[in-house]
């Protein structure tokens, strides 16, 4: 075969991935970084069932270790249920999001209030002290204070 290619170099070239070259661990993403102190938000209805029912379902089943299992069996449940029997979680889910309201006001009020000292610059402790460094050795780039 004469210039021409084998079996096993065409399906090599269909199996090849493109990859994008990596980020630069330097840069900083689009959105802002999380808060650990906000709260979360509330679980929906259906999530306050699914909490319930995967408890009962993994003592019917206790061999199924299948989370897609469970899920699917939750969700098919969920749809076959009537609005009757959804109450109680929609009602729990109600209480959820009404608690969540109000750690979320209190947090916003803390957060108008402004930082505390204790919190840290925008910049971190190894860039404060590589600016520190760089100064003391002249090797660093001058401030224009203007």
């Known amino acids: 075969m004469k210039g021409g290619k084998s079996k096993s170099d065409a399906k090599n070239t269909k199996l090849s991935v493109n990859k994008k070259p990596a980020k630069a661990a330097g840069?900083?993403?689009?959105?802002?970084?999380?808060?650990?102190?906000?709260?979360?938000?509330?679980?929906?209805?259906?999530?306050?069932?699914?909490?319930?029912?995967?408890?009962?379902?993994k003592k019917e089943h206790p061999k199924n270790k299948s989370v897609a299992a469970v899920g699917k069996a939750g969700g098919?449940?969920?749809?076959s249920m009537s609005e009757s029997?959804?109450?109680?979680?929609v009602s729990k889910a109600e209480k959820r999001k009404i608690e969540y309201e109000k750690k979320l006001k209190a947090y916003n009020k803390g957060q108008a209030e402004g930082p505390k000292e204790e919190e840290e610059s925008e910049k971190?402790?190894?860039?404060?002290?590589?600016?520190d460094e760089?100064?003391?050795?002249?090797?660093?780039e001058e401030e224009d204070d203007e």
């Open 124 to 131: 971190s402790v190894s860039e404060v002290n590589d600016e």
């Open 85 to 89: 029997e959804k109450a109680p979680y």
């Open 76 to 79: 098919d449940k969920w749809k």
């Open 27 to 57: 840069k900083k993403s689009g959105k802002a970084a999380k808060d650990p102190n906000k709260p979360k938000r509330p679980a929906s209805a259906f999530f306050v069932f699914m909490e319930e029912f995967r408890e009962q379902y």
């Open 134 to 140: 760089e100064d003391e050795d002249g090797s660093g």
